[in-house]
């Protein structure tokens, strides 16, 4: 199975043009679009080596790398249409984002800036098909000398949408000082006012965002992948001044431009007039709407009011049932885990200081290697996720991903496998049997992210059953189990983790005792090895040190790996035929200028 699911994701092919790549895709047979690429090898951008991931230098600052060409920048006043839609404006049904605003750079970052993400475009994009690095509004990078500052080469001849003037320098200064302003609600605030000591505008293409420190997260937050930086148009700024709900947003140089919106209920955007230097949309008008509730939007989709939506699991045999397609997101990221609680310092982060409960349990790596292969992770697949859930070998890390170790793979049957009988002999070794049995707490927490995740902790309750050991059920509601969380308060206890950081940001808050941590197995060594990697933008340094601290993580069964988790949207193949995108990035639902329109 691992074998597979390795090879699912190593491709070794030929590069073709980005225009190329976003629109390849095929159909896997059923009622799921899976897309492939012949342009690229499959790669997770987590390492931000800045330029390595655009050049494939991984053992040192790499030279500048040249973009593919795009298409140049038109006067035209009508856009190229490859087909002509059966409707002007496609609609997609969301989950209403947490807050709304007109300021992306400051009102708030991903997941809410899907509220805005069409009129935008990045320094640095994530390509949909394979999730590498590709040039967007920068057509180059690189790390300077000292490691400690990033250089990009800008595009010339980009348009602001409204007739705002070329996209240069400026904005991109314009767009550092809106995210670190000290009222910012950005979630890089802090980042980029702490890390990034200053960006210095060589001309009007070229900019150094000089560092204060080698930081992974700046680079990553700088592009796409994280969403930190929605390109900006300084000149509408200084014109119009801070927008509200009340006023339009700032325009970008995205393909769509802001047209309305109704608060609380949608959001509409259309197509630029002319021809896009880099996308020219099928249809004319996108429109987000807010859908909180699954079934609503489900119904929605059938009746035909939307066109695509997020559904849940459990709905797929009913959308699937009267003709909707699924299209899968290309970039693995979402993942769901268990991570255990109990194995706090005294002080935090200082293992002289001692732990907080050392009498717990979690603390033997027989009880936490016993509780690993105490579960079926086949019959929860089949279960719950009807085995579409890629296998996890190692919590955080993927074959895409820097720091990968492929005998992981190998191994994983013998440390992590499903092995009942094994397991009750780690049990008895750690002193637990049927007369002195193990206890401990499992959380029963509903995830957001999945229907059924109360029903799959109660199916994990029962493997432990099987194996003699006592598991209570823990019910409280989350800003309780947070708070504790983040207080250490939790002696024994296990808890059901769904996520989708980079492996830099998981190894902050899921591997090391780095603040704030509210739940994993801490160990002093991977703290050292987080603190190499996430010190240097050095790919090769950054792959050592990673691989190291999976390495540890893997051997002394820091956590119990799960699943990596598809991200999937369902639409109507009456209005769309196909939607490539790369899945789990910058709050998931991206290049929505890839959705086609059916002939």
Known sequence: MFKEFRQKWIMALSVT????????????????VTTSS?????????????????TGDSSSPSAPVAADAPAQPSGGTSPVMVVEPKVDRVVIAFPAPSSEGNDSNFDFSSPPSVQLRPMYEYLVGVNSVNGGFDPQLATEWNIEPDGLGIRYQLRQGVQFQGGWGEFTAKD?????????????????????????????????????????????TVFNGISQLIGGMEIQSKAMYDAVGQPTLADVPIVGTGAYQFKERSQGSFVRFERVSGRHWRHSPDFPELELRWSSE???????????????????????AQAKGVGMKLAKGNV????????????????????????????????????????????????????????EADAMVNNHFHVTRPGWDASW???????????????????????????????????????????????????????????????????????????????????????????????????????????????????????????????TLVASVQAAALKQMGELAFSMNASIPLYWLPIQIAYSPDVVSDYVFAGNISGSWTHLYNIKAAQ
């Open 409 to 535: 793979e190998t191994r994983f049957d013998d440390q992590y496998g499903y092995d009942p009988a094994a397991a009750k002999a780690l049990l008895a070794e750690a002193g637990y049997n049927s007369s002195n049995p193990l206890e401990t707490n499992i959380h029963s927490i509903n995830l957001s992210t999945y229907a059924g995740s109360m029903d799959m902790i109660e199916a994990v309750q029962g493997f432990y059953r099987e194996i003699g050991v006592e598991a209570k059920l823990v019910v409280m509601d989350g800003a309780s189990r947070n708070a504790q969380a983040r207080a250490h308060e939790f002696d024994n206890h296990i808890s059901l983790v769904s996520t989708a950081s980079d492996i830099f940001l998981a190894g902050r808050v899921y591997m090391s005792s780095s603040h704030p941590t509210s739940g994993n197995h801490q160990d002093s060594a991977i703290n050292v090895l987080r603190l190499e990697a996430a010190s």
């Open 172 to 216: 991109v200064e314009h767009v550092l000082w809106s995210i670190s302003r000290a009222d910012s609600l950005h979630g890089l605030r802090g980042t980029f006012a702490r890390d990034v000591s200053e960006i210095q505008i060589i001309n009007d293409y070229e900019v150094v965002f000089r560092l204060n420190g080698a930081n992974p």
């Open 332 to 387: 693995p990221g979402f993942r769901t885990f268990f991570n255990f609680q109990g194995s706090w310092w005294n002080t935090h982060g200082d293992e002289t200081s001692g732990r907080k409960f050392p009498d717990s349990p979690l603390l033997d790596q027989k009880v936490r290697q016993a509780l690993s292969k105490a579960i079926d992770r086949d019959a929860l697949n089949t279960a719950f996720f009807k085995g």
């Open 294 to 316: 699954a079934s609503t939007r489900l119904a929605a989709l059938l009746a035909g009011e939307v066109h695509l939506t997020t559904i849940i699991p459990d709905q797929e």
């Open 38 to 54: 012949s342009s690229g090898t499959v790669q997770q951008p987590d390492a931000p080596a800045a330029a390595a991931a655009a």
């Open 17 to 32: 043009l980005i225009s190329a790549i976003a629109l390849a895709a095929c159909s896997s047979g059923d009622d799921t």
